[in-house]
């Protein structure tokens, strides 16, 4: 973790691990970064910036990420007593986040509890690669999920909701079915009863996302030309943030509401940020101590 003295928000910073020792590595480096950068749904982790230390090609070694901090992952979550009305709700925003993705052909291949990161509210992210902060032993959920104005009268009224068990059963059956055929779909997993409550078209029926790089799993380079396009990404980030076209971040991005892309941290400048560790609660006020994590959520 790290803290953005320019945005003034806490971010996580991920170094791609030698990403010109080979090919491979070289190849997932700039597929990471493209999908990134098109990426734009508010369950996808989201791009904040991209910036190398090294100021010319030929000197062109590391590659950092910034993006959104979150308070816990799943690893951490799936230990809690959840009630259905919490695990409805975590499910149902990761299938819009899986959905969003499969929408432009885009396969996770390792979606696991670690690289599915929450915050106290409920709000779900799906992470690419492992962004995911572990270090956090005071993590605990509000007694509330996130402000939904559309949501079930009996639940915005306080009038609880209907702990089904049979229906988590039933759809994780259909979920778990051997045969993709036979197997039930992200569009019929929305629509299914355990979580049709929380259905909204904005986000379950989102845009696909644009992937401008129509040949980015043909592509086939040696490492100098992987490192050449790698480093021309970072450097259209750079350009795009200048000129205030870096692409929106959803609406609940981590960014603070008057921050625009021109305040983003240089590409070639890593004094903004600060890498000492800040832990969640230190920041956030809705984690408190003293709320019990298995309050109603209202």
Known sequence: AAFDTVLGINVAVKKLSRPFQNQTHAKRAYRELVLLKCVNHKNIISLLNVFTPQKTLEEFQDVYLVMELMDANLCQVIHMELDHERMSYLLYQMLCGIKHLHSAGIIHRDLKPSNIVVKSDCTLKILDFGLARTACTNFMMTPYVVTRYYRAPEVILGMGYKEN??????LLSKML???????????????HPYITVWYDPAEAEAPPPQIYDAQLEEREHAIEEWKELIYKEVMDWEERSKNGVVKDQPSDA????NATPSQSSSINDISSMSTEQTLASDTDSSLDASTGPLEGCR
């Open 165 to 170: 068990a049979s229906q988590a059963r039933d």
């Open 177 to 191: 079915v051997i045969d993709p055929d036979k197997r039930i779909s992200v569009d019929e997993a929305l629509r």
């Open 254 to 257: 981590a960014v603070s509401s």
